[in-house]
T-cell receptor, first 111, second 115 residues
């Protein structure tokens, strides 16, 4: 069955430190890939997306993600985290008409 | 341009009651979908539609019905609410996945409690 895995339930980083959130998926073909962010009590905001082409994609708020076909991964990165980045992050995969989300990674930012 | 709108924002139901969650979009998107979000489980696809008159089941369809009579509207019906359906529900819309650039836009969500 197709699935999306975010191995880290909760990550804590210091403000100014770098960040990497992991995402792996299990699909036969290359699906469309997304990262969303959700602040408490809010809806989902799209950070970035991969449809095809360059495997390193840039998003909003200084985030980037790299698609690695050989590892079935789409990890999210940010070189320097800000306190306002504290939120929950979801990786999502769209294959045909079926959208699957990971369980999410909650990011805490220490001052 | 309102994007994706959902009503109501909050709802409390008693077990066995029925209700309809409304979703509308003004972007002329053909693909619309409903998700539920539960703690520790991310979002799970309930039903989706690729155009007026065409709907299909997602990952967790049991207990929910949908219909799509217009491009703009995609209501979600709970025929007999159960406590297990207590959740936050999100509606989303996008161009068709076959378009090559299916970026989904999400509504603000409906928080449903079933007692």
């Amino acid at each position: 069955a197709q699935s999306v895995t975010q191995p880290d339930i909760h990550i804590t980083v210091s403000e100014g430190a770098s960040l990497e959130l992991r995402c792996n998926y299990s699909y036969g073909a290359t699906p469309y890939l997304f990262w969303y962010v959700q602040s408490p009590g809010q809806g989902l905001q799209l950070l970035l997306k991969y449809f095809s082409g360059d495997t390193l994609v840039q998003g909003i708020k200084g985030f980037e993600a790299e698609f690695k076909r050989s590892q079935s991964s789409f990890n999210l990165r940010k070189p320097s985290v800000h306190w306002s980045d504290a939120a929950e992050y979801f990786c999502a995969v769209l294959n045909n008409n079926d959208m699957r989300f990971g369980a999410g990674t909650r990011l805490t930012v220490k001052p | 341009n309102a994007g994706v709108t959902q009503t109501p924002k909050f709802q409390v139901l008693k077990t066995g009651q029925s209700m309809t969650l409304q979703c509308a979009q003004d972007m002329n998107h053909e693909y619309m979908s409903w998700y539920r979000q539960d703690p520790g489980m991310g979002l799970r696809l309930i039903h989706y539609s690729v155009g007026a008159g065409i709907t299909d089941q997602g990952e967790v369809p049991n207990g929910y019905n949908v219909s799509r009579s217009t491009t703009e509207d995609f209501p979600l019906r709970l025929l007999s609410a159960a406590p297990s359906q207590t959740s936050v529900y999100f509606c989303a819309s996008s161009s068709l996945p076959t378009s090559g650039r299916p970026e989904q836009y999400f509504g603000p969500g409906t928080r449903l409690t079933v007692t």
